[in-house]
């Protein structure tokens, strides 16, 4: 091999490689930015959490944080108690916190488990009765009918029983579930549980500490704008 053409070889490989860690680095800040469609654009939320949403903590908070959740989900409930710590940890003026209802239709009793946690919210216990629907899920998954589980949750919790079962069957509990349903369907949404944070849809992190991980970054982003 000639010495003019060894340099042109080495050359050329220094070249690759700095395109490879280039591309990598790219790679990885999308990632870091959050899931991408077809054509590399972020995947961003239509809707705004607004006063009519389930909320926790101050909207003037520097991360918001969605969820679009369904009671039946496996995945959902084990996350639940990750997110639960994660806001404890985080605190109320750092993580504004948004549940919405994203019932699939392969769970039977998806709907009206989103229609118990928002009987229970007329009362003022959305997260009581979001927090018994998950850590009991077993219970109740499988039931024809749910509901006398779902009453006795509710006088776990504390709230008239019998408005519970007015308000378990009421259209308007009904259609705020709905309206969430039909977001989460506008978003294209098609797994649960699907995260949002300020806006943009994440990958779900793979641990506690990889989801705090988000919210710092987020945080620190949020800062520095």
């Known amino acids: 091999m000639s010495p003019k053409l060894k340099k042109i070889l080495t050359w050329g490989g220094f070249v690759v490689i700095i395109a490879l860690l280039v591309w990598g680095l790219v790679a990885a800040n999308k990632k870091a ?4 469609n077809s054509s590399g654009v972020q995947v961003t939320l239509d809707n705004p959490v607004t006063s009519s949403d389930w909320t926790m903590g101050s909207s003037t908070a520097p991360v918001t944080l969605v969820e679009y959740g369904d009671f039946e989900c ?7 108690p990750v997110v639960k710590q994660l806001l404890s940890d985080e605190g109320p003026s750092r993580v504004y916190f948004a549940f919405r209802n994203f019932p699939l239709p392969q769970h039977a009793n998806a ?11 007329l009362q003022g216990q959305f997260w009581a009765m979001h927090d018994l629907l998950y850590a009991n899920q077993n219970d109740w998954v499988n039931l024809g009918d749910p509901t006398s589980v779902f009453e006795g949750y509710a006088a776990k919790i504390g709230i008239n029983t019998t408005q519970f079962l007015k308000d378990l069957k ?11 349903l039909k977001e989460a369907q506008q978003n294209n949404l098609d797994y649960t549980p699907t995260f949002f944070i300020n806006g943009v849809r994440i990958d779900n992190p793979t641990s506690a500490a990889g989801f705090k991980q988000l919210i710092d970054d987020a945080a620190s982003s949020t800062a520095s704008k």
């Open 111 to 121: 709907l009206v488990a989103a229609e118990a946690a928002g009987a229970a919210g």
């Open 74 to 80: 496996p995945s959902c409930a084990a996350f639940s």
């Open 170 to 180: 009421s259209p308007d509990v009904y259609n705020r579930v709905i309206s969430d």
């Open 33 to 36: 930015q959050g899931i991408t």
